[in-house]
């Protein structure tokens, strides 16, 4: 059964560099046309998408986020990642990375809390 | 970028007594594919939101048949057609036809 998790620092510190990463197992290793997201969810914005990065490694990025958001995926590791710079209290959310495709269920990871704290 | 509005905002429940919950969207989720980019989560307290139904109506691995989704074009609705104490938390409605993926403000269900 195909689990993702989550991984990375806890605690980043303001105007710094935010680095999570996504593992995927379980999976047949098709690519399928899934797309692979990344989103957030805290008190203040509720659940807010981050962005996406296709089978063809096209990215997609929430324009509010866009300037400070990289995604990229490494197949042969099975992983893919978040990349969020300058960071600010307001980037302090629990993070979810998330599978989809055009006609399965979305497959949800359980979620990092990143705290941005000096 | 596509507004999810859902309703109500909180919502009181008997257990046994059926449960409905509406989510509007600002533009119709149908795809040129012909399906319907509509998810419902739950999250109950303290977890992650966990998948109800997805394609608007098809119901998620190893989720009771109580939990119903139906709708089309802009207007969405989640029923319970027997609500059970487990069933409390809040309600999210998702839409993913076209980026920014987008979600409701939730609903709050109680018993």
């Known amino acids: 059964q195909l689990q993702l998790e989550e991984s990375g620092p806890g605690l980043v510190k303001p105007s710094e560099t935010l680095s999570l990463t996504c593992t995927v197992s379980?999976?047949?290793?098709?690519?399928?046309?899934?797309?692979w997201v990344w989103m957030r969810q805290s008190p203040e914005k509720g659940l807010e998408w981050i962005g996406s990065?296709?089978?063809?490694?096209?990215?997609y990025y929430n324009p509010s986020l866009k300037s400070r958001v990289t995604i990229s995926k490494d197949t042969s590791k099975h992983q893919f990642s978040l990349r969020l710079t300058s960071v600010t209290a307001a980037d302090t959310a629990v993070y979810y990375c998330?599978?989809?495709?055009?006609?399965?269920?979305?497959?949800w990871g359980q979620g990092t809390l990143v705290t941005v704290s000096s | 970028e596509i507004v999810m509005t859902q309703s109500p905002l909180s919502l009181t429940v008997t257990p046994g007594e059926p449960a409905s919950i509406s989510c509007r969207s600002s533009?119709?989720?149908?795809?040129?594919?012909?399906?319907?980019?509509l998810d419902w989560y739950l999250q109950r307290p303290g977890q992650s939101p966990q998948l109800l139904i997805y394609?608007?109506?098809s119901r998620a691995s190893g989720v009771p048949d109580r939990f119903s989704g139906s709708g089309s074009g802009t207007e969405y609705t989640l029923k319970i057609s027997r609500v059970e104490a487990e069933d409390v938390g809040v309600y999210y409605c998702?839409?993913?036809?076209?980026?920014?993926?987008?979600f409701g403000g939730g609903t709050k269900v109680e018993i």
């Open positions: 998330a599978r989809r495709d055009l006609l399965t269920s979305p497959i």
């Open positions: 379980g999976d047949s290793g098709s690519t399928n046309f899934h797309y």
């Open positions: 990065i296709d089978y063809r490694g096209t990215t």
């Open positions: 533009q119709s989720l149908l795809f040129s594919n012909g399906h319907t980019y």
């Open positions: 394609l608007g109506s």
């Open positions: 998702m839409q993913a036809v076209q980026n920014p993926l987008t």
